[in-house]
């Protein structure tokens, strides 16, 4: 467990190059980046922007640790309900 | 980043036993098992419980995949905040 925070840590970090928030472009690269996989629209410009503004509780227009883990709450809420709902099925 | 939220779902589920929550024991579990690297309190069962008591939002004596998330999201903010903090220094 230690090293998957560290990860979300390390991920931010490199995205922000250091700095606190992460500007449009760092966000946008890291969504395309690391959530291809697991996010539908993650390659799509006009949703990730959407997104950026649905994080954004501050209104900056950046995104900051605390706002980039929402989003990380959210994929892995909704990963988990995936999960919990297939298990429900095959049983 | 896939692989880290994997983890981050997956160690709850099995915590859980593929339950919705985690009763006191399967938390106390968990935070032993997977956070004593990186949380000091985690085996005082004191201090475990003032814990859980603390993320325990909605006050039902369990605690919730998203108020584990809660949890999860402190333990990376610490850990981004003192990666920040010796950055600063070491410039």
Known sequence: MESAIKTLVTTFISSSKGK???????????????????????????????????????????VSFGEYLTLVGYLAQSMSDRKTAAAAQSD
Do not use: H, T
């Open 20 to 62: 606190e928030n992460l500007d449009s472009k760092g966000f946008k690269n890291l969504v395309e980046k690391q959530f291809s996989s697991i996010l539908e629209d993650a390659n799509s410009a006009d949703k990730v922007k959407e997104m950026q503004q649905g994080l954004d509780a501050n209104a900056d227009g950046k």
